[in-house]
């Protein structure tokens, strides 16, 4: 294999991490969106590769598909949190076990926004905080406003949001740069320092978004942005 071209992410180390590893052990160049990601499989390489910088074309697909739904009513918040599948170090700073508290006040205090309920596919799939998803359901699912979405791609609920809500998660800095609509994180007082301790990496979300520490503030930060 003389030339690589992988657009990695969180999603494809989980899933296609040996794949990937396999392939890059036979690559002579490999073309990627960032040197961070690559750097997780540089312990396993026996050799030097050549990395070629080429942008982000998963992103830009996206750009192109959300331009064919540019009529599509912006009617919507979206609440995402991020797979509930991290190391232990981390389930104390996500945000799905107060995702019955989260939708509520959405709902409550936005009532001219669908609230669009998209977990990760991942913690679908894996049958993830089961009784979390579960109980989210439970009390919404007949709401009016209340969406669940499992599509497995997210275009429709980015075209149809004006902000969106996550945790730690990478789809919000997708969305906005995508769509450039605001992004708002939910957060715990010292994620930062988990952060580079368990990943080795910065957390970069106040780059693209508002980070808030406590969920209590939800509200009052989101009349703010919009």
């Known amino acids: 294999i003389k030339f690589l071209v992988e657009n990695l992410d969180s999603d494809s ?7 990937i590893l396999s392939a890059l052990k036979a690559t002579k160049k490999v073309f990627e969106s960032t040197k961070d990601i690559l750097q997780e499989f540089e312990s396993s390489l026996d050799r030097e590769v050549c990395l070629i910088p080429h942008g982000y074309p998963k992103l830009d697909k996206l750009i192109n598909d959300l331009k064919k739904l ?14 509930y599948m991290l190391e232990d170090e981390f389930k104390d700073t996500l945000s799905l076990p107060d995702g019955v508290y989260i939708v509520g006040k959405l709902l409550e205090n936005f009532p001219q926004y669908n609230i669009i309920f998209r977990p990760h596919p991942k913690t679908i ?9 579960e109980d ?5 699912q007949n709401h009016p406003r209340f969406i669940y979405d499992t599509s497995s791609y997210h275009l429709e ?6 902000l969106f809500v996550s945790d730690f998660s990478g789809a919000p800095q997708t969305f906005a740069f995508a769509t450039n609509r605001p992004v708002l994180s939910l957060s715990k007082k010292g994620f930062n320092k988990q952060c580079k301790k368990v990943l080795k990496s910065k957390d970069i979300r106040k780059n693209y978004g508002i980070v808030i520490n406590d969920v209590k503030k939800l509200t009052k930060s989101i009349k703010i942005i919009l």
């Open 70 to 83: 540019k009529d599509t009513k912006v009617d919507s918040i979206c609440y995402a949190p991020t797979i």
């Open 125 to 133: 799939e894996y049958n993830a905080g089961k009784e979390y998803l």
């Open 157 to 162: 609920t980015f075209a149809r949001s004006a």
């Open 136 to 140: 989210i359901l439970k009390h919404y």
């Open 13 to 19: 180390l989980s899933s296609k991490g040996s794949q």
